[in-house]
């Protein structure tokens, strides 16, 4: 059943985790490529880390776009279908959704892997200069980790129902309204603040995503 | 204090009618006439004038603080620990638990010196966290809310230690900090061990890398006059500090032709300008990697470090540090530098538990996920 399932899900999703493998590759070589060069002036280390920094940005931008993308290929097909298929298998629905899950988090390996050869091909080949360190199997497992967190997210949420996605909506409007009000009455109150405390730092859910990616640092 | 002298001058200036020097003879076009050995004079007595009511400014000045000091010092608490003398007003604030976690931390630092705390006192000015009121700010002590807890009020007293102000030199050296006790040594360490990495200084690289002189250079106690020249060796080093690090400040005045020809790649206009620069301001380490060098020159030299480190303020900064030390300034850089090394700082990356937490929210959100009810509303 599993492998059928991962076929299916292969099929449809294969274009995105191919070009996400592709991307994952490239993007720590990119990121190193002034430090290919065998010169190690005191400029280099810094033209180095900032070259690093703002490629770094992209790791997360392709996690999360990784995740939502294979997540939503998840579910269109059930959801074309009106779950018709899924409901006419001999399986709980519980067992059903685990395998979905399964068969996309499977196959995001493969971008994950993608990334850890480019960043190991990336410190093995370039020049670092003495008092930096590459991280590279660092740098892949952060990176791993917030694809299956950004997939888990959009899994969840696709998975949901209209009345589910109403709730969501529902509450974030809630929050919107108690701040407008909170403006109005001239109250000392942030939500925006420290929603965003509460999820983007640690242990927030989406805290993987924030902070600096750097294949190579101090 | 400063703004009270001024005020005081502008008082008497304005008010100064039995100023005779105030009556300017001017030229017809409405300037003040020097032209003649008489005006001259004349704009002399006038100086002299105006340069003894600055004295009698100040002296007013220095009578209003001391009065302020006595009338703040009059109605308050004294709390003593050790020689750690602190005044202030009725309030909750727990002072003389924080004098206690602060006063070893002080001793141990300065020492013999620290005795002199005794007849400097702090002057701290507790006031009401909820009071609405706008209070005036107190001339003299500092105001702190007295809902502070211990560990922060012996921040507040570790990071004001009314001691008296070591010379200029030191004082320059430092980045016109003063010697305090360090808060947070493996930190600070940590920083300079970054700045020793990423400084664009071929200086800084060799200490890095083991050089002792280097290490003597990027710190600013070498010897050598041309002390610029050694931290940034090479033309694009020093085209690199000058355009990307002080391009912003150099770029007007008459330091704008030189600024771009320095960017053009003239050499000479880029040690020009330079050497034109107060040298605190192209140094590769900041003030911060001076500080740990005291701090651990402090450490090793014993209680009596801090008294030989200010004894002899004339002498050059590496030998005030080596006496403090009691050690060569070489042994102490070395010493400096391997302290600095392996204070290397963790990568950011993930915290320890940040896997952990990863995966949690991601069985948090499959857990939704199964628990979701399409098939049943479909």
Redesign the interface.
């Known amino acids: 059943m599993f492998g059928v399932m991962l076929y299916g899900q292969w099929k449809w999703s294969r274009l995105i985790i191919v070009l996400a493998t592709v991307a994952g590759f490239a993007l720590p070589i990119i990121s190193v490529q002034g430090a290919a060069q065998s010169e190690l002036?005191?400029?280099r280390?810094?033209e180095l880390?900032d070259a690093v920094q703002k490629w770094g940005v992209l790791y997360p931008v392709l996690a999360a776009a990784l995740g939502l993308l294979v997540a939503i290929t998840t579910w269109a097909p059930d959801h074309r279908g009106?779950?018709v298929h899924?409901?006419s298998l001999p399986l709980p629905?519980?067992r059903y959704?685990?395998l979905r899950?399964s068969s996309g988090a499977v196959l995001l390996a493969a971008p994950a892997l993608a990334v850890l050869a480019g960043s190991l091909l990336a410190t093995g080949t370039a020049t670092i200069?003495?008092?930096?360190?590459g991280?590279p199997v660092?740098?892949a497992?952060?990176f791993a980790?917030?694809v299956?967190?950004a997939y888990?997210?959009f899994?969840?949420v696709?998975?949901?129902?209209?009345?589910?996605a109403g709730v969501i909506l529902g509450l974030i409007g809630g929050v919107i309204l108690v701040q407008i009000i909170a403006n109005v009455a001239n109250l000392n109150l942030d939500l925006f603040d420290r929603l965003q405390i509460l999820v983007l730092n640690?242990?927030g859910?989406l805290?993987?995503f924030t902070?600096?990616w750097?294949l190579i640092?101090? | 204090m400063c703004r009270s002298r001024w005020l005081l001058l502008l008082v008497l200036v304005v008010g100064g009618g039995q100023l005779r020097g105030q009556e300017l003879e001017r030229s017809p076009s409405g300037t003040p006439s020097v032209g003649s050995g008489e005006g001259l004079a004349r704009l002399r007595a006038r100086a002299d004038s105006l340069a003894h009511e600055w004295r009698r400014a100040n002296a007013f000045a220095d009578l209003v603080d001391s009065l302020e000091r006595a009338r703040v010092i009059a109605a308050k608490d004294t709390i003593r620990v050790g020689a750690l003398t602190i005044i202030t007003n009725p309030s909750p604030l727990p002072l003389r638990e924080a004098a206690a976690r602060a006063w070893p931390i002080i001793d141990n630092f300065y020492g013999s010196e620290a005795r002199s705390l005794a007849g400097r006192p702090y002057i701290i000015v507790a006031v009401d966290p909820d009071t609405t009121v706008e209070r005036p700010a107190p001339r003299s002590g500092i105001a702190v809310l007295w809902d502070v807890d211990v560990a922060s009020l012996t921040f507040l007293l570790l990071t004001s230690v009314p001691i008296a102000q070591p010379d200029a030199t030191l004082r320059n050296w430092l980045g016109g900090g003063s010697v305090r006790p360090s808060l947070g040594p493996e930190r600070e360490r940590a920083s300079v061990?970054?700045q020793?990495?990423?400084?664009?200084?071929?200086a800084?690289?060799d200490c890095?890398?083991g050089d002792t002189g280097s290490c003597r250079d990027a710190l600013d106690i070498g010897d050598s006059p041309d002390v610029v020249l050694r931290w940034y060796r090479?033309p694009?080093?020093r085209r690199?500090v000058v355009t990307r690090s002080l391009g912003g400040y150099l770029d007007r005045g008459p330091q704008q032709q030189p600024l771009q020809s320095c960017a053009a790649g003239s050499d000479s206009s880029c040690i020009e300008l330079l050497q034109s620069i107060p040298r605190s301001a192209v140094q590769p380490l900041a003030g911060g990697a001076r500080e740990t060098l005291v701090n651990l020159a402090l450490r090793l030299g014993g209680r009596e470090a801090y008294h030989r480190l200010i004894a002899s303020p004339d002498a050059p900064v590496s030998t005030r540090l080596a006496a403090a030390a009691g050690m060569s300034i070489d042994s102490l850089a070395a010493r400096w530098r391997s302290e600095i090394l392996g204070s290397?700082?963790t990568?950011?990356?993930?915290?320890p538990?940040?896997?952990w937490?990863?995966?949690?929210?991601?069985a948090?959100?499959?857990a939704?996920?199964?628990r979701?009810?399409?098939?049943r509303?479909?």
Do not use: K, N
């Open positions: 002036s005191p400029l280390v810094e880390l009106r779950h899924a409901l629905r519980w959704v685990l899950f200069p003495p008092g930096l360190q991280y660092a740098l497992l952060r980790l917030a299956v967190v888990a997210v899994f969840a696709s998975a949901g129902t209209a009345r589910t640690w242990p859910p805290a993987i902070g600096r750097m640092d101090v | 061990f970054v020793l990495v990423t400084a664009p200084s071929q800084t690289r890095f890398l090479s694009e080093q690199a290397r700082p990568p950011v990356s993930l915290p538990r940040g896997p937490i990863a995966l949690g929210w991601v948090f959100f499959t939704c996920g199964l979701s009810s399409r098939w509303v479909s």
